[in-house]
């Protein structure tokens, strides 16, 4: 189990047992999905700062996006073997062919 997958284990078991008061992850889930949507807009938006600006935060930056948007996955049902299994989907494809037949 690599390191994503162990943090993705740990934020379904703080939103399965978690404590709002202690944990983080769980106040996101108590908190409800805008919440959890607003702070992954807000890591996007610093994890771009950090690339135009800071270039010594993007890591940091990125793995505060990266945990945030784990947080909506699991909110949302979903997981990251969901996010695999659609990029091994687009695997070979060129971006601007995949884009293309995406429907509208």
Request: charged share 35%; glycine share 6%.
């Amino acid at each position: 189990m690599d390191m994503l997958d162990r943090l993705e284990a740990t934020i379904r078991a703080r939103r399965d047992e978690g404590d709002a008061a202690t944990s983080y992850a769980a106040s996101l889930f108590a908190k409800g999905r805008p919440k959890i949507a607003q702070k992954l807009g807000e890591e996007a938006v610093e994890t771009v700062i950090a690339a135009m600006a800071q270039p010594d935060k993007i890591v940091s930056e990125a793995a505060d996006l990266l945990f945030h948007l784990i947080v909506l996955l699991t909110d949302a049902g979903l997981s990251l073997d969901d996010v695999r299994a659609e990029l091994a989907r687009r695997e070979g494809v060129s971006g601007h062919e995949e884009k293309a037949a995406r429907p509208r």
